[in-house]
């Protein structure tokens, strides 16, 4: 074998000569498209999803960001067909201090109960809003607002008619629900609402009307929803609820509560069909016989009728209110 030290040398120099090209290879590498001023936007690719009846799922897509907050998110399913299509925001429950956009009771596939409803010709927006452990009311209204103003600016791009808009969503869902189809322009709970168009129809699921009626299960959830120490003060508790700010120009409404519900009781619809039958509001309702709250029956085969039932009667509302010929 030969060591002599010319061979050492120009073995040294060789190994020399494929580093630096390494290191420039890699230097190379490392040239990535620098921006004028920050980068905010996310930039992981994230792929629209295919459901069945041609509905294109668009998944979190920031709606708002405020200083201090995560991105806020809604998904989006859109149809098939050109539209423009009428625009339903679903609005999630959970206590005001749980739950996301992709469960609703007993549902075991949410996600897929949403693209059916995009297959029968509406876009259908689902949000997430701050928490009560994140913000106190009435950010969650402001959040909802803000949604539907990015969706109706968003109009083309998601196949949208902006003056065709409705609101659903199920307890503390239901409650907002309520309060953004009944609170159209209020700046005094939304200061950016002054320009904002209203809603054409609304379903809500067990949801709270009137948070001076509730009874013990809810209160911790409110009083931390509103911020309150122990108990809310009544001009807070009015300032919360739906049944104050329901008057002649609310949307019509179907409200759906099952009569043996132990969390937001079905007095709680009744209050709020009440208040809309009197400022002369198109209502509907349906009671549910022995079914608790989330539609939750003694079998399991009670709880599957009671939540195809209230499916069922939601998406049909929709059809008649929002003028797309029913399947």
């Known amino acids: 074998m030969d060591h002599s030290p010319v061979r050492k040398g120009l073995l040294l120099v060789g190994a020399m000569v494929l580093a630096s090209c390494a290191a420039m290879a890699q230097a190379a ?17 994230n792929p629209p999803i295919a459901f069945p009846g041609g509905v294109t799922v668009h998944r979190d897509i920031v709606y708002q960001t405020l200083p201090g907050y995560r991105p806020q998110i809604v998904d989006v399913y859109v149809p098939s067909t050109p539209g423009p299509h009428p625009l339903i925001l679903y609005i999630h429950g959970g206590g005001w201090m749980g739950g996301h956009t992709r469960h609703s009771g007993a549902l075991a596939d949410f996600p897929k109960v949403l693209a059916a409803l995009a297959a029968e010709g509406f876009t259908v927006a689902s949000l997430e809003y701050r928490l009560s452990g994140e913000a106190k009311f009435p950010a969650q209204l402001q959040d909802s607002n803000a949604a539907l103003r990015f969706l109706r600016a968003h109009a083309a791009q998601y196949r949208i008619d902006p003056k065709r808009v409705g609101v659903w969503g199920g307890s503390a869902g239901g409650h907002l629900t309520a309060l953004t189809a009944t609170t159209c322009g209020n700046i005094a709970l939304d200061p950016a609402a002054a320009q904002d168009g209203c809603v054409q129809a609304a379903v809500t699921w067990y949801g709270v009307f009137d948070f001076a009626a509730m009874n013990e299960a809810a209160d911790g959830a409110g009083t931390q929803l509103l911020g309150c120490a122990e108990t809310c003060p009544d001009d807070r508790l009015r300032a919360v609820s739906p049944v104050t700010y329901i ?6 409404f179907l409200l759906i509560h099952g009569d043996d519900d132990k969390v937001v009781p079905v007095a709680q619809s009744h209050l709020g069909e009440a208040a809309l039958r009197k400022a002369g509001v198109p209502v509907e309702s349906i009671y549910i016989p022995g079914v608790d709250h989330s539609f939750i029956g003694q079998t399991p085969a009670a709880t599957r009728a009671a939540t195809l039932q209230a499916v069922n009667a939601t ?7 929002l003028g797309v010929p029913g399947k």
Do not use: C, T, Y
């Open 29 to 45: 590498a490392r040239d990535f498209p620098v921006a004028a001023a920050p980068v905010l936007e996310d930039k992981l690719p």
């Open 315 to 321: 998406f049909d509302f929709f059809h008649a209110r």
């Open 247 to 252: 008057d002649s120009k609310a949307p019509p």
